[in-house]
Nanobody, 115 residues
């Protein structure tokens, strides 16, 4: 059974940084497009950032210049470096892996930005 396990969430002050990790197992990680999504209370889940198997990236306008997505295929892990965090970044962050008809999600990790 495919597993995507997120870690690295927590409570951080505005302006601070966090790095999220998503470790994948039982998939051929390198061929999957990997993405980070988030869902705030009362809002729809939205794409934060994605990285293709070839390393191309795209970001939501709200996080451009502050967040960086990267992947380490040797470790089957995708990362999200989040800098200059704002209160509006507070959400549950989910990892997603896709390849044609395959679509896998992690269980999510809470990120709370508050003073």
């Amino acid at each position: 059974q495919v597993q995507l396990v997120e870690s690295g969430g927590g409570l951080v002050q505005p302006g601070g940084s966090l790095r999220l990790s998503c470790a994948a197992s039982r998939i051929i990680f390198s061929i999957h497009t990997m993405g980070w999504y988030r869902q705030a209370p009362g809002k729809q889940r939205e794409l934060v950032a994605a990285i293709t198997s070839g390393g191309s990236t795209n970001y939501a306008d709200s996080v451009k210049g502050r967040f960086t997505i990267s992947r380490d295929n040797a470790k089957n892990t995708v990362y999200l470096q989040m800098n200059s965090l704002k209160a509006e970044d507070t959400a549950i962050y989910y990892c997603r892996g896709t390849y044609y008809g395959a679509d896998y999600w992690g269980q999510g990790t809470q990120v709370t930005v508050s003073s």
